[in-house]
């Protein structure tokens, strides 16, 4: 049974937020490491994290790949957990560099996400903004701003249960995941972030 309050929410935040074309990277594998480095971080300093491997030269896999771990983790290290992402990266860059980031896209959304999955450092969240994001395949990413929200909104659930939940009663249009998505990120920051739950139009509208 679709769950109709999913609609009403997606109706809502467009209306008060607009279109928003999220999210920001100019190749696939941009999104890739914007992934990895959102991890436990603010979206502003994975930014200039990124403008910084840009400065380098190393926002492709084979070159970030056979960066030098000292420098990624000097330029990343706005972003926290330093140490830990730059291996990350450099690990993953590794990895799509072998097998083609071409190729490693292409592949049928399951197999895709599973083969995320199976990489180090790399958890459902991460893995979902890949596939969607990088490779425009439909799943819908849960993050903690969605989490909470729904749970203010008497909506809970582990992951796999809001995603389950999120793709069983939208159509399977990624266009419409990835908008829908960033749209809460986006009122979250505002309300959920800063706590304004007496301003927030979704409970009290």
Not at 59 to 68: C, G, M, N, S, V
Not at 91 to 112: C, H, K, N, Q, Y
Not at 138 to 155: H, N
Request: glycine share 6%; proline share 3%.
């Amino acid at each position: 049974m679709k769950n109709e309050r999913i609609h009403d929410i997606y109706k809502v935040l467009l209306e008060k937020i607009g279109h928003l074309q999220w999210w920001p990277a100019e190749t696939p594998f941009e999104v890739v490491i914007g992934a990895i480095l959102t991890q436990q971080t603010k979206w502003t300093n994975v930014e200039k994290a990124i403008e910084g491997l840009k400065r380098y030269d190393l926002i492709e896999p084979e070159k970030l790949a056979r960066a030098d771990l000292e420098l990624i983790e000097k330029i990343i290290r706005c972003c926290g957990f330093y140490r830990q992402k730059a291996k990350r990266l450099k690990d993953i860059a590794g990895f799509f560099a072998r097998e083609g980031i071409d190729d490693v896209l292409s592949m049928p959304t399951t197999e895709l996400r599973n083969l995320m999955l199976s990489l180090r450092g790399v958890g459902n969240e991460t893995a979902d903004s890949i596939v969607l994001y990088a490779a425009n395949k439909p799943k819908f990413v849960i993050d903690a701003y969605t989490t909470r929200m729904m749970k203010c909104i008497g909506i809970e659930g582990n992951y796999l249960q809001l995603q389950e939940m999120f793709e069983r009663d939208l159509p399977e249009d990624v266009s419409l995941y990835k908008e829908y998505h960033a749209l809460i990120v986006e009122y979250a920051k505002s309300y959920c972030g800063k706590k304004q739950c007496e301003n927030c139009i979704l409970i009290n509208g």
